[in-house]
């Protein structure tokens, strides 16, 4: 996965519904300096390591039975 940019935002929404978002809100979600949020990158990692764990026989969530 590429690293996130900000024209990369900027393209997301333009292409989605989105409310207008501001350069210095995009700004905050590819470099954070206000230390609120969580990084949008950071998000995206995180995201991708967790697409990478094989589940193996792991059954759907509907099939587990409550005790």
């Known amino acids: 996965m590429k690293p996130l940019t900000k024209p990369t935002l900027q393209n997301i929404c333009n ?22 949020i ?3 990158q950071d998000l995206l990692d995180e995201l991708e390591t967790l697409r990478k764990i094989d589940l193996g026989d792991t059954p759907p969530a509907l099939t587990v039975q409550k005790r």
């Open 38 to 40: 969580t990084g949008f």
């Open 15 to 36: 292409q989605l519904a989105s409310h207008d978002w501001s350069d210095a809100e995009l700004d905050e979600l590819v470099n954070p300096k206000l230390g609120i």
